[in-house]
């Protein structure tokens, strides 16, 4: 009778909430982790995927995918001498990786394409470089934008004529950022090669010394990141930062987008002004401004004058200053006068977050 009174309770569900009024439930069983495999178990596993048997050779690839990055260097050595069978196999293990979405199994998937790719036989090569193509502007690209970012850089995009379509007809060029909070050092540049190749990298420098100011980054290695990437571009800056971008359409230091929380933003500089002096200097084209601001520090107070005004009356008054006539130079000196404005920023620190 007892043992039908406690089923019948059970069956209505009043014991369940007896246990939620305070008796605790019994824990659930734990799952035991999967042992991690050994050497000898990879290299068995790496032979079976030639074995006579269809399902011993689909068995060892399932092991293998399930083994992951620990198993990547075994593999990569496995590709340069196994048959046709292997290589496919192994091209399909590294591939499951790749995509998996799991950090801990797409840099040793990357890792071991990349060196793949290098490899003389043809066949291994091939395959290795099309899965790195076939995924450039998605996995690889954004995961090695995320990599940057947390090492301390960062990653503007601007337009340009890159090779990242955006839109019809609209494109984007990448701007990377390796400043003084950089903790890549040289090792991080492997995220820089695989950006697409229409790629401004950005490092900071001493103008006098032209020693390199990013940290952990050589000279070395940047001239080794020229030859492997030939269209990228590499710029140096001082330690100092405005937070503009050039529009170069026009001629003169045209501004064509102003950074969020910059120097310029704060002191209020628009896009489609003119700089036409910095720190009393006169100010010709970008160039000519970037390098004014090189011989600058962070905090520094600098006194900037810009031309405010529709792009016609800009330009005639660019036109004015070539023509040495009288009556041109008081036209020219009233329309200044009109359209001048006179900022003050204090600059920041260059390459930071």
Not at 229 to 258: E, H, W
């Amino acid at each position: 009778m007892r043992f039908l009174f406690f089923f019948m309770l059970l069956s209505l569900g009043i014991l369940p909430i007896a246990a939620a009024h305070g008796e605790e439930p019994p824990a659930a069983p734990k799952v035991a982790a999967l042992p991690k495999p050994s050497a000898d178990d990879i290299e068995r596993w790496i032979q079976d995927l030639n074995a006579p048997e269809f399902a011993k050779r689909e068995e060892a690839t399932r092991r293998l995918i399930a083994a992951g990055g620990v198993a990547a260097e075994p593999l990569v050595k496995a590709a340069h001498t196994g048959s046709l069978e292997v290589t496919c196999r192994i091209n399909t293990i590294l591939r499951n990786w790749y995509t998996s979405g799991k950090d801990e199994l797409i840099e040793p998937a990357e890792v071991s394409f990349e060196q793949l790719k290098e490899s003389k036989n043809r066949h291994i090569a091939s395959r290795a470089d099309a899965t790195l193509e076939q995924f450039a502007d998605t996995i690889r690209q954004d995961r090695a934008l995320a990599e940057i970012n947390k090492l301390g850089g960062s990653v503007k995009e601007l337009p340009g004529n890159g090779l990242r379509a955006i839109g019809p007809g609209e494109s984007k060029q990448l701007m990377v950022i390796l400043g003084r909070d950089w903790r890549g050092g040289d090792d991080g540049l492997k995220y820089v090669r695989r950006l697409s190749s229409d790629t401004a990298l950005y490092l900071l420098q001493n103008r006098v010394t032209e020693k390199l100011l990013t940290p952990g980054v050589t000279p070395e290695a940047v001239e080794q990141l020229r030859r492997d990437m030939p269209r990228l571009r590499v710029a140096y800056r001082g330690p100092a930062f405005l937070g503009i971008s050039p529009q170069n359409r026009l001629p003169g230091c045209y501004v064509g987008d102003v950074s969020p929380d910059s120097p310029a933003f704060k002191a209020k500089i628009r896009s489609g002004d003119v700089v036409t002096k910095f720190d009393g200097k006169p100010v010709a084209d970008f160039e000519e401004l970037v390098s004014l601001i090189q011989d600058k520090q962070p905090g520094d107070k600098i006194k900037v004058e810009v031309l405010r005004g529709d792009e016609e009356e800009i330009l005639f008054w660019q036109r004015l200053q070539s023509v040495k006539d009288p009556a041109a130079k008081e036209q020219l000196e009233n329309l200044h006068k009109r359209l001048a404005v006179d900022v003050e920023v204090t600059l920041a620190e260059w390459g930071t977050k």
